[in-house]
T-cell receptor, first 113, second 109 residues
Framework: DAGITQSPRYKITETGRQVTLMCHQT?????MFWYRQDLGHGLRLIYY???????DKGEVPDGYVVSRSKTENFPLTLESATRSQTSVYFC????????????FGNGTRLTVT | GENVEQHPSTLSVQEGDSAVIKCTYS??????FPWYKQELGKRPQLIID?????GEKKDQRIAVTLNKTAKHFSLHITETQPEDSAVYFC????????FGAGTILRVKS
């Protein structure tokens, strides 16, 4: 769905660097999520947000920081990247509640060297 | 918290055959069970979902069944086609949506 976009699509960074992954949606969805996808683990929730200025931890939040100053944006920051954070990161959004379908972005493939 | 187990991890079927993927969940309070399909290099996309007040739902060649007592739900794909080849994820929601580890489905023509 073109309504949710992630950038960059690919990123290579070094251990210890700070990196920010961007997510932007044009639907005015209230709920936004960050997942990481690793082989054998499926999609694991990092952080989510129910509205602007409201964020909460998911299953694997350690090493990540999020903010949601505007409804349409939900950036994910790795404050000091580690090799274990090499993964594909998906942003997702939904309009009303957690029972409504998630719409995923195209993903960001992050490699930490 | 919720835990979702998905089986099998890989599944190979002949074109035209049926495919079944099974998931179990741990939290009896879970009330929403979506299935996502992810083609290679693409984003996951919802293919069907079911809520806890429904036992079965169909959409053309795809069906999902839910057994709340046993806490398991299944995806059924009939008359499989090569374009059905993908990774399929089940998920269950109590307070958060939790995904299974995924099933790689290969449809051989």
């Amino acid at each position: 769905d073109a309504g949710i976009t992630q950038s960059p699509r690919y990123k290579i960074t070094e251990t210890g660097r700070q990196v920010t992954l961007m997510c932007h949606q044009t639907w005015s969805h209230s709920y936004m999520f960050w997942y990481r996808q690793d082989l054998g683990h499926g999609l694991r929730l990092i952080y989510y947000s129910a509205a602007a200025d409201i964020t909460d931890k998911g299953e694997v939040p350690d090493g990540y920081v999020v903010s949601r100053s505007k409804t349409e944006n939900f950036p994910l920051t790795l404050e000091s990247a580690t090799r274990s954070q090499t993964s594909v990161y998906f942003c997702a959004s939904t309009y009303s509640s957690y029972n409504s379908p998630l719409h995923f972005g195209n993903g960001t493939r992050l490699t930490v060297t | 918290g919720e835990n979702v187990e998905q089986h099998p991890s890989t599944l190979s079927v002949q074109e035209g055959d049926s495919a079944v993927i099974k998931c179990t969940y741990s939290d009896s309070a879970s009330n929403y069970f979506p299935w996502y399909k992810q083609e290679l290099g693409k984003r996951p996309q919802l293919i069907i979902d079911i809520r806890s007040n429904v036992g079965e739902k169909k959409d053309q060649r795809i069906a999902v069944t839910l057994n709340k007592t046993a806490k398991h739900f299944s995806l059924h794909i009939t008359e499989t086609q090569p374009e059905d080849s993908a990774v399929y994820f089940c998920a269950a929601r109590s307070d958060k949506l939790v995904f299974g580890a995924g099933t790689i489905l290969r449809v051989k023509s």
